[in-house]
């Protein structure tokens, strides 16, 4: 097949699935919260038992960092319910423009607010450090709501139809992300105005990273927001949202991690990326149920591994 034609397919093949995903948000969006909530679970399920490859590589994931703790009956529970809690953050996402006009507040409970405050007070912008863990859209529309300074980076989607969408709905929230890649002079400019930075980590990209431990295992991880933070002696802030069993989030706002500066600067990119690794390692740890274990987050190993991880 020609190129242009591979080309034109696939500009119709996106603008299918945009038109069918931007049909479905708006009908979801004339829904009781609740209805959405159960809708959404019930495709979370429906995607646990007919999506086979995603299904094994959750429950293969989970056997990698829990097999020595938990059992598969466990380990399966966990799965299950982590398709359950991704369908429950996609509907809160969806949401969003309406739980903001309802009263974010009424949903959401924060504590370490102190942290982000001091920020705020000084004007100065950090490295906001987060996962792919509880609803991290919901975080980021709840911090433009309570009126802190953030923007967020994040990689552009494929589909040019649904990138716009997001980039849309952030806006709507009050905050705008930037997109991963050569956008190092907007990042300085926002953060000069003291914007802070929010990131996600915990997901294997090809930008500039490190081998660092994620549950005993090698995984290379992004170290961009660790550079900048020492070139421009910035705050990194770890910063989770998880949901809890009544349908409310509940945000933990943690303590600065203690950076190493010494004078080895490699020595220090790779402890402080561990470090980053750790501190989102341990909300995992505790909730793993609101991760995405479906993600490819060993897949890159080391030279000296024997083979690669899926």
Sequence with gaps: MRKDNRRIIKKAKDQVIYACLLAHVTFMRLLPRRAVLLTMRGMGLAAFHLVRSKRLRALRHLSMAFGHEKSSSD?????????????????????IPRIMENGIHRLITAEGLEHLDELSTNNQGAILLTAHFGNWELLG??????????????????????????????????????????????????????????????????????????????????????????????????????????????IEVKKPLPLLYTKDKMDDLVANTQMCSDAYEKMIHEYPEQWLWMMRRWRTQPASSSKDIQ
């Design 75 to 95: 380990i399966h529970r966990i799965a299950r319910q982590a398709f359950l809690n991704f369908g429950a953050f996609a509907a809160d996402a969806v949401l």
């Design 141 to 250: 529309a709840w911090l433009a709501k309570c009126g802190y300074k953030v923007k967020a980076i994040g990689a552009p989607q494929a589909n040019p139809g649904i990138n716009r969408m997001i980039a849309n709905a952030r806006k709507m929230s009050g905050y705008q992300s930037i997109e991963r890649g050569n956008h190092t002079r907007e990042i300085l400019r926002v953060l000069a105005e003291g914007y802070s930075i929010g990131v996600l980590i915990d997901q294997e990209t090809k930008a500039d990273g490190v081998f660092v431990k994620f549950f005993n295992r090698w995984s290379y991880t992004p170290a961009g927001p660790v550079r900048l933070a020492r070139k421009y002696g910035l705050k990194i802030i770890p910063i989770f949202i998880r949901l809890r069993g009544d349908d409310t989030y509940h």
